[in-house]
């Protein structure tokens, strides 16, 4: 049964920075893609970045390219998004997620963690 827990959220004033940590068990994860999304009250829920299990390779949407980083550590099993200059519209649930590199849906996802970023 593949568990993901996340971790680490927290309140933090703008232009501060938080580390989210997602545990992965349950199976082996090479091949897969993992990945944090976010919801904020009011709006659906959207992609933030994926990593590739594999190779590492990273993707990022605009919105936070070049203040987060996504990163994973295979021998803990676990992927981590580091978040820096944060905005108060970065304040979301952060979940983590996992699919098989070859699909398109998303087929595991962790419980979620707040993040709240003051003005």
């Known amino acids: 049964q593949v568990q993901l827990v996340e971790s680490g959220g927290g309140l933090v004033q703008a232009g501060g920075s938080l580390r989210l940590s997602c545990a992965a068990s349950?199976?082996?994860?090479?091949?897969?893609?993992m990945a944090w999304f976010r919801q904020a009250p009011g709006k659906e829920r959207e992609f933030v970045a994926r990593?590739?299990?594999?190779?590492?390779?990273?993707y990022y949407a605009d919105s936070v390219k070049g203040r987060f980083t996504i990163s994973r550590d295979n021998a803990k099993s676990a992927v981590y998004l580091r978040m820096n200059s944060l905005k108060p519209e970065d304040t979301a649930e952060y979940y983590c997620?996992?699919?098989?590199?070859?699909?398109?849906?998303?087929?595991?996802w962790g419980q979620g963690t707040q993040v709240t970023v003051s003005s």
């Open positions: 349950g199976r082996t994860f090479s091949g897969y893609v």
């Open positions: 997620a996992a699919r098989i590199g070859t699909d398109t849906l998303w087929n595991y």
């Open positions: 990593i590739s299990w594999s190779t590492g390779s990273t």
